[in-house]
């Protein structure tokens, strides 16, 4: 079993001491010097006990074992287990229930009669906040030391490019404390792990997620000036994070998340440090890997969980056949969403770097943003097609699916303008819905494929419209996703994770788990897009009846010469 490569730093920089006071620093440090091994995940832990849980489907929710607390030390809730199942009375449901602290659901949140939709989401930020700056011994979830904002439903811990979106909303609601809370606790997890893990749990410890943490603290610093240059060593961390072993890369070769091309350009890609299934979802897992014998299920496993790293789990982008998820293979295709994301974290660092008086690291960042532009416009561009897409490292071409990821050139200001036009176009003409802009063209059953629209995706169509000049557009895809969560909060008094894009008022299906309530990021999306539809002198709490008339046009973005 592949153990994952993780950092544990003695201490804790100076800018974050700065940053979250001598009492996080106190409390980073004490942790440090007593724990001296990695959190284990619960299947590590519990090993063929937690195998033989999962098996049983004792839970309808492979998530609610891996998230129970062991009420003793595992080691000895395993030795017991090996001596009571084979006795023929032996009850493992029993056995659970005494011997571990399964997670508790808190009650159903029920808002207050006839509230707007801006009340009603403003009322939800107290309910969907956590503080749990310790955790018991055996736990699964790891502490951290300022409140923060889960999504909702199942997802009882943070989640990494979830909560940029939750953050968007939180500042239209003026919440700058608790989106302070998250920066730094983000920050927190750079300097104690190296990276920030997809959720604050051990099981996510090998992965990441889109790395949304420089747009965080860009964020965070209108409103603290300093924040760019307090969080500068973390971006940077964060940064190093994701180019590790890119100094030695061979052309045509690549190593964990970073891919050198056959001309030498540096890309990056998602990637697990695991090849086991996902505690999360190990039934589910073993299957998929059983269903293709002509793979090894390690090569599977390493696919799904990479995939959940890139946060579309689970989508026809990532597999040969759209019909079989066994045929995934996330690891072998170079995202243009994560490549414009990366793009942008090095722009920010720049401009941090340059804020604090170091001229030439912001060149060098820009250098580096420089040629992964290049490289972005030529290997992630289709020309025969007019949109961007992912890269084929088997077939060594661009992929030829369209999806709600080729407007994130546009979102970072990495497009060139008339490339950014033809984006403009094709997302018009066949990702524009009744409901919002779908996620593929393509209907699989996976929650990240079409009907499916969701929260992140309109936003980032929304502001890489914009960016570009293209605002009727921008404003129409506002227009419609609000309508939906309009229509679906009318008639079910509450946001959902995902919506159905082909009309209006219908939650989104598909995927792993039945359809979530909260949701942080729909949240946060529909506060944003509520004021920039509604003129500010006059802010609305619903979305209006009649379409507003779209604001003047902003100028387009610097063109950028296409490769």
């Given at each position: ?560 010469k296409a490769q």
């Amino acid at each position: 079993m592949n153990k994952p490569v993780l950092r544990r730093p003695d201490t804790l920089s100076l800018a974050l001491r700065l940053a979250l006071g001598g009492a996080l620093f106190s409390l980073g440090l004490a942790c440090a010097q007593a724990d001296e091994a990695q959190p284990q995940s619960p299947d590590v832990l519990l090993g063929p006990l937690f195998n033989d849980v999962q098996s049983a489907k004792l839970f309808p929710d492979q998530k609610t074992f891996a998230d129970a607390v062991p009420n003793s030390d595992p080691l000895m809730i395993l030795a017991d287990y090996r001596m009571q199942r084979s006795q023929s009375s032996f009850d493992l449901r029993h056995f659970v229930d005494v011997n571990f602290t399964l997670p508790q659901e808190k009650d159903k949140y029920v808002p207050p009669k006839d509230q707007s939709l801006r009340d009603h989401i403003d009322g939800l930020w107290p309910v969907l906040t956590r503080t749990t700056d310790k955790a018991e011994k055996w736990d699964s979830l790891l502490p951290l030391p300022k409140p923060y904002v889960v999504p909702g439903g199942r997802f009882r811990e943070v989640y990494y490019w979830d909560s940029y979106f939750t953050m968007l909303g939180l500042a239209e609601s003026g919440h700058w404390d608790k989106i302070e809370d998250m920066v730094a606790n983000f920050a927190y997890e750079i300097d104690t792990w190296g990276h920030i893990p997809n959720g604050n749990r051990s099981y996510y410890l090998s992965r990441s997620q889109p790395p949304f943490f420089s747009l965080m603290v860009e964020l965070l610093a209108t409103h603290e000036p300093d924040a760019l240059k307090t969080y500068l060593p973390q971006m940077e961390k964060e940064h190093a994070y994701w180019m590790e072993g890119a100094e030695s890369l061979q052309n045509g070769s690549a190593n964990k998340r970073v891919v050198k091309l056959d001309d030498g350009a540096l890309l990056n890609r998602y990637w697990d440090d695991k090849d086991t299934p996902r505690p999360e979802s190990w039934l589910d897992d073993v299957n998929t890997a059983k269903s293709n014998p002509n793979r090894p299920a390690t090569e599977i496993y390493r696919d799904l969980r990479s995939a959940a790293a890139s946060g579309w789990d689970f989508s026809s982008r990532w597999m040969d056949d759209p019909q079989k998820l066994s045929t995934i293979r996330t690891t072998s295709i170079v995202p243009v969403d994560l490549n414009s994301l990366m793009f942008r974290m090095e722009k920010i660092i720049a401009t941090a770097s340059k804020a604090a008086g170091d001229d030439a690291k912001a060149s060098r960042y820009n250098a580096l943003a420089g040629d992964r532009q290049k490289a972005m416009e030529k290997y992630l561009w289709n020309d025969k097609e007019g949109w961007y897409a992912d890269y084929d490292l088997k077939s060594k071409k661009v992929r030829n699916q369209l999806t709600a990821a080729a407007l994130f050139p546009l979102y970072v200001h990495a497009a060139s303008n008339d490339r950014a036009a033809k984006v403009a176009a094709v997302t018009e003409s066949r990702l524009l819905k009744p409901g919002g802009i779908t996620t593929t063209t393509v209907n699989s059953g996976q929650q990240w494929d079409a009907p499916n629209g969701w929260a992140p995706l309109q936003w980032v169509a929304t502001e890489g419209l914009q960016n570009y000049g293209k605002e009727k557009l921008a404003m129409e895809v506002s227009w419609r996703f609000l309508t939906n969560v309009q229509h679906t909060y009318d008639s079910q008094q509450k946001l959902v994770e995902k919506y159905d894009i082909t009309s209006t008022g219908t939650g989104g299906g598909g995927g792993e788990y039945p359809l979530q309530d909260g949701f942080g990021w729909s949240n946060g999306v529909t506060l944003k897009m509520l004021d920039l539809i509604c003129p500010k002198e006059k802010p609305c709490d619903d979305v209006p009846k009649n379409r507003p008339a779209p604001a003047p046009a902003a100028p387009s973005a610097p063109a950028t010469k296409a490769q």
